[in-house]
């Protein structure tokens, strides 16, 4: 299993996403942090979040947490509220 230390949790808002080179910019919303970052999902990713969200719930303006590698930008886990 993956070793979770190496992971970072932000939170913030999803400003673009593209489904087919499957990468998403979010605007982080932790202060003071007033940056961007792209990551990349792929079939390993979980995605979970209310009202029983999935991948195709992701899209501009939703709001999300996510656990990600900042050495390779793979998202391992997104929350979608």
């Known amino acids: 299993s993956e070793n979770l230390s190496s992971f970072e949790l932000v939170s913030g808002e999803i400003t ?3 489904i087919t080179e499957k990468t998403i910019t979010i605007k982080l919303s ?4 007033k ?3 792209t ?10 979040g209310s009202d029983n969200k999935n991948i195709k719930s992701l899209q501009s303006g939703a709001e999300v947490d996510l656990r ?6 793979r998202v391992v886990y997104i929350y979608i509220y």
């Open 16 to 18: 673009a996403m593209d």
């Open 30 to 33: 932790d202060a003071g942090k």
């Open 35 to 37: 940056k961007e970052i």
């Open 39 to 48: 990551v990349h999902f792929d079939d390993g990713t979980r995605v979970n």
């Open 68 to 73: 990600y590698d900042p050495a390779t930008s």
